[in-house]
């Protein structure tokens, strides 16, 4: 059973960082994307970024690009969101998604929350203004 999970998630000031982790456990992924949603208070899931398997390729939705990147670490089985210049506006719950084996390349639909096979239980971020 795949479990992805999130942690790094809390409260910060505006203009502060965080940086958030999220697990994958139950199998090996192999040539697979990797990806960060968010929803917030009376909001649909929106896409963040996401990653290819070599970490070579990445999107970014067009609001964080610029102070969040997404980056992964195989070995750990772990993608990262490092979140800088936090807005008040970047408050949510954010979801980490994986494909299933599925190369990112061959994914037009990335930034569709239907374009990912698993998902963690997310993780909160509160900005302060």
């Known amino acids: 059973q795949v479990q992805l999970v999130e942690s790094g998630g809390g409260l910060v000031q505006a203009g502060g960082s965080l940086r958030l982790s999220c697990a994958a456990s139950?199998?090996?992924?192999?040539?697979?994307?990797m990806g960060w949603f968010r929803q917030a208070p009376g909001k649909g899931r929106e896409f963040v970024a996401t990653?290819?398997?070599?970490?070579?390729?990445?999107y970014y939705e067009h609001s964080v690009k610029g102070r969040f990147t997404i980056s992964r670490d195989n070995a750990k089985s772990t993608v990262y969101l490092q979140m800088n210049s936090l807005k008040p506006e970047d408050t949510a719950v954010y979801y980490c998604?994986?494909?299933?084996?599925?190369?990112?390349?061959?994914?037009?639909?990335?930034?569709?929350?239907?374009?990912?096979?698993?998902w963690g239980q997310g993780t909160q971020v509160t900005v302060s203004s």
């Open positions: 998604a994986a494909t299933n084996n599925r190369p990112l390349y061959y994914i037009n639909n990335y930034y569709q929350d239907k374009a990912y096979d698993y």
């Open positions: 139950g199998r090996t992924f192999i040539n697979n994307a």
């Open positions: 990653i290819n398997w070599s970490g070579d390729i990445t």
